[in-house]
């Protein structure tokens, strides 16, 4: 089955860095979504990505969707204390296609 | 507010015992998931419904089942709990045939002890 692999798994940086997490795939996907999960809360939509190449930005926050269509990328620029908590990035084939999520990407953020 | 409500927010349970999670989906969504989160761990796919019909399966145990009711609520039930089924529980939903991905509630914390 498709595998999404997230990585890294968890990060520890100073407020004001610059952070970097991927997703690669085996598997083609044709959407790419970054969800963000704050600590006891459901995921919450940050950034969706439909086009390959496509680079999106929501605030101090870009994602990119890879030209292969095998991977996508998410920044946080100037990392402030609420950026804190779970990443996850999730592939869909096509429309109306289960979401396939990544293992989720730890993010800590020392003031 | 996501518009996906879960009841209850917490459960504490004793081993053995069986219990009811309810999920509204937001308004317009037909498709219900459920995944389980394990100690801040991944998201595990437990099941999916499509207007009241199982659509997909995951890695849901026997002792675990769901139905979709006509008001499109979704109910997971887990029977015979045991220690390690404490986890945080969430529904997701959706529209039909959609790229926008799902919307999650807030959760259930389930504690078994």
């Known amino acids: 089955g498709q595998q999404l692999n997230q990585s890294p798994q968890s990060m520890f940086i100073q407020e004001g860095e610059d952070v970097s997490m991927n997703c690669t795939s085996s598997s083609i996907f044709n959407t790419w979504l970054w969800y963000k999960q704050d600590p006891g809360e459901g995921p919450v939509l940050l950034i969706a990505l439909y086009k390959a190449g496509e680079l999106t930005s929501n605030g101090r926050l870009t994602a990119q969707f890879g030209i292969t269509r095998k991977d996508s990328f998410l920044n946080i620029s100037a990392s402030i204390p609420s950026d804190v908590g779970i990443y996850f990035c999730a592939g869909q084939v096509n429309a109306g296609n289960m979401l396939t999520f990544g293992g989720g990407t730890r993010l800590m953020v020392k003031p | 507010d996501s518009g996906v409500t879960q009841t209850p927010k917490h459960l504490i349970t004793a081993t053995g015992q069986r219990v009811t999670l309810r999920c509204s989906p937001r308004?317009?969504?037909?498709?219900v998931y459920w995944y389980q989160q394990s100690l801040d761990q991944g998201l595990q796919f437990l099941i999916q419904y499509y207007n009241g019909e199982e659509r997909a399966k995951g890695n849901i145990l026997e002792r675990f089942s769901a139905q979709q009711f006509p008001d499109l609520h979704s109910e997971l039930n887990l029977s015979s709990l045991e220690l390690g089924d404490s986890a945080l529980y969430f529904c997701?939903?959706?529209?039909?045939?959609?790229?926008?991905?799902?919307?999650f509630g807030s959760g259930t914390r389930l504690t078994v002890v």
């Open positions: 308004s317009g969504d037909l498709s």
């Open positions: 997701a939903s959706s529209v039909a045939n959609t790229r926008l991905g799902y919307t």
